[in-house]
């Protein structure tokens, strides 16, 4: 259990790293290089659920959340997510506890165990995906 | 459990665990009691080749870790385009050997 749990920080750390280095290459080249790094979209030319999450990222720090919502309301997620998970990640780890592990334990039981939960977040996220195809992303 | 049975379903499901592994598993198959052999045979163990083919296909979207029930990773790989292309095109490397591992585990709780 201890062993899943530090490969669960450990996989946290490098995921936000991953998370904010984006961001950062996105936010200094991003309007001079753009990158585009969807497999899915290469490939079959059909936008995936999570694409324009950079774009829509990029109007919510310029102060343009009605854009960043027609983009991709995904792009609120990510900034809610890239904000909280470090701030908690350093919480775990300068206290020493693991409220972020059993957090994530819980959401990922309560999606096995009630479908309702997995109904709705596949819902939105299919209506999501059908809007990306709608709008041509 | 009887040795034979245990060597039948071991040659049947060898391919879904690790190598190393093989001898701790017929181990613990043989001190196991015979009422076992049916929840060792509905454990849900996984093809880890079935499982590269989906992480091909459809790992961009985090299906690959859906169908193992890692749904946590699955969500984040869902969210971040396939964790930027790299996470991805990584699962098709560490997919086969993740399956194996979960699949031990399933058997561990199902002999328990």
Same mark, same amino acid.
């Given at each position: 259990m201890q062993t899943a749990q530090r490969k669960f920080y450990l996989f946290l750390s490098l995921f936000l790293s991953m998370v904010w280095g984006w961001g950062a290459y996105n936010f200094l080249f991003g309007a001079a290089n753009p990158l585009r790094v969807c497999l899915f979209r290469t490939v079959t030319g059909i936008p995936c659920p999570s694409?324009? *999450? *950079? +774009?829509?990222?990029? /109007?919510?720090l310029h102060m343009h959340p009605g854009e960043a919502f027609f983009i991709n309301p995904l792009g609120y997620v990510a900034v809610l /997510? /890239?904000?909280?998970?470090?701030?908690?990640?350093?919480?775990?780890?300068? +206290? @020493?506890?693991?409220?972020?592990? @059993?957090?994530?334990?819980?959401?990922?039981? @309560?999606?096995? *165990?009630?479908?309702?939960?997995a109904v709705l977040f596949f819902g939105l996220i299919t209506v999501n995906w059908a809007w990306n195809i709608y709008k041509h992303l | 459990m009887d040795a034979q049975k245990v060597d039948m379903y071991l040659m049947a499901n060898g391919k879904n665990f690790e190598a190393h592994q093989m001898l701790?598993?017929?181990? =613990?198959?043989?001190?196991? %009691? %015979?009422?076992?052999? &049916?929840?060792?045979?509905?454990?849900?163990?996984? %093809?880890?080749?079935?499982?590269? $083919?989906i992480s091909i296909i459809g790992g961009h979207l985090g299906i690959d870790r859906? #169908? &193992?029930?890692?749904?946590? $990773?699955?969500?984040?790989? $869902? $969210?971040?385009?396939?964790?930027?292309?790299?996470?991805?095109? #990584? %699962?098709?490397?560490?997919? =086969?050997?993740?399956?194996?591992?979960?699949n031990m585990q399933r058997v561990q709780m199902a002999l328990m």
């Open positions: 694409c324009g *999450t *950079t +774009r829509s990222v990029n /109007a919510l /997510a /890239a904000l909280v998970l470090p701030v908690w990640l350093m919480h775990d780890i300068f +206290r @020493r506890s693991n409220s972020c592990y @059993r957090f994530y334990l819980s959401v990922e039981k @309560r999606f096995n *165990t009630k479908p309702v939960f | 701790l598993l017929r181990e =613990m198959l043989i001190k196991a %009691d %015979d009422s076992k052999f &049916l929840a060792l045979q509905t454990a849900n163990t996984k %093809d880890p080749l079935t499982l590269l $083919l859906f #169908v &193992l029930g890692e749904t946590g $990773l699955g969500i984040a790989k $869902l $969210l971040t385009c396939g964790g930027l292309g790299i996470w991805a095109i #990584v %699962d098709w490397f560490l997919i =086969m050997g993740r399956t194996r591992e979960i």
